[in-house]
């Protein structure tokens, strides 16, 4: 893969790392950066993207960011443990990606076992991670993602199973979570403290509650008083990291260990690039032309095409994309609307050609958030959900429908 860097900046001899290497049980990750798992995003095809943009990283005088931790986007325990052909496809890595890391969603201590078990005995991962953030509403309405840490005991039962199973092949157990449900019902200092003492390698925080989805400000001082609380393990911060400074700010701020980023990278694999600069102390920065930027998005089409074995179905995935990938630059509506529905990659070569490949990197307005923000909302819970921490009959039957198909959290 050809290096786009731009220097901003001249480069720094011997820079001074603003953050040591993240200890993932036996994981040593030199870049202390996390790719939060996104549904229909972070599959084999992307996460080879960023690890190749991070590795430009060691150019730019620090830690090469192909060492951070690229998570696979979530599958379900329930679908694992069928062995669905689409779970099988998404768990599967490069042959040189290390560690090989999979989130896992589940909401049944027993099958949250059976599924870490499969992972595990068939060595088809190095790290497993526990979803408890998701805040979409067909999961919250049955209990599941980030409305389940509030049932204490339930979710101490599935960290337990999970970090059981895992604990014979050496494979570390981490756990990411919200603040909460809403303000009145925050739940991440207990479940912090109930992962740390069942066995958890690391903790991450997004630090919104399920009400907030991804609208407003993330909460950062949530994070700090997360690190006060969780003493014996890395704990990682999430939310509103949408450059390389907002994460060496959020290290800062918070005291954490490492960062999670999710929506940030959208479109701009590079920003691992940036992340390991930053982190290195270096303060070189990707500024790719559109020339560059249109080669990136060509070569993550030629990675979906591997992925999905079909040149068409990449096309159709990679629409999403293209608005991301272009943010800032001058394309136009009317070729915008195009590549919205490119289906082949001689359309999408037509489509680049047709643009103004000189433009330079447009800073400000190619920079900031990233992806849909929504708005605050209503938690749509289980009846009688938040009368109490135990699950009962009534509540453990509801919670075993939770465990659909949902983004990350």
């Given at each position: ?65 192909a ?6 986007e979530?599958?379900t325990?329930r ?5 669905t ?11 040189d ?42 999961v919250?309405r ?35 979570m ?66 390389a ?19 940030g ?13 930053a ?27 591997e ?103």
């Amino acid at each position: 893969m050809t290096q786009t860097l731009t220097d901003s900046a001249p480069r720094i001899e011997a820079p001074t790392a603003v953050l040591p290497a993240l200890h993932i049980g036996r994981h040593t990750i030199e870049s202390p950066v996390v790719l939060a798992p996104m549904a229909g995003i972070t599959n084999r095809a992307f996460r080879r993207l960023c690890r190749q943009y991070g590795d430009a990283g060691s150019a730019a005088g620090g830690a090469s960011g192909a060492t951070s931790l690229y998570v696979s986007e979530m599958i379900t325990s329930r679908a694992l443990v069928e062995r669905t052909p689409l779970t099988m496809r998404l768990i599967e890595h490069d042959p040189d990606e290390s560690p090989r890391s999979i989130q896992l969603y589940s909401v049944d201590p027993e099958t949250t076992g059976r599924a870490v078990h499969i992972l595990a005995s068939e060595n088809r991962c190095d790290h497993i991670d526990l979803n408890f953030g998701c805040p979409v509403p067909k999961v919250t309405r049955k209990g599941g993602g980030a409305a389940l840490p509030w049932k204490t005991e339930h979710f101490r039962r599935i960290v337990a199973s999970a970090v059981r199973q895992a604990a014979p092949y050496d494979i570390p157990v981490t756990v990411k979570m919200r603040r909460g449900i809403d303000e009145d019902h925050l739940t991440f200092l207990e479940a912090g403290r109930i992962a740390e003492g069942e066995g958890a390698a690391a903790v991450a925080l997004h630090a919104r509650t399920a009400a907030q989805a991804y609208s407003g400000t993330a909460q950062w001082e949530a994070i700090a008083q997360l690190k006060q609380a969780v003493t014996s393990i890395p704990v990682l911060g999430n939310g509103d990291i949408w450059s390389a400074e907002d994460a060496v700010r959020m290290v800062r701020e918070t005291g954490c260990d490492g960062v999670v980023v999710g929506r940030g990278c959208l479109g701009r694999p590079w920003l691992f690039t940036d992340l390991a600069a930053a982190f290195a102390g270096a303060p070189t920065r990707v500024q790719p032309t559109l020339r560059e930027v249109a080669t990136t998005l060509r070569l993550h089409t030629v990675y979906l095409a591997e992925f999905f074995e079909s040149e068409t179905k990449a096309c159709r995935d990679i629409r999403k994309h293209i608005a991301w990938y272009l943010k800032g630059f001058r394309a136009g509506s009317e070729i915008r609307s195009r590549l919205g529905l490119v289906d082949s990659l001689a359309a999408l070569d037509d489509l680049i050609d047709s643009l103004n490949l000189d433009q330079p990197w447009p800073g400000a307005p190619a920079e900031g958030q990233r992806g849909r923000a929504g708005s605050e909302r209503h938690v749509v819970l289980p009846e009688h959900w938040l009368e109490s921490r135990e699950l009962d009959d009534s509540a453990r039957a509801e919670v075993a429908q939770a465990e659909v198909s949902a983004s990350g959290g």
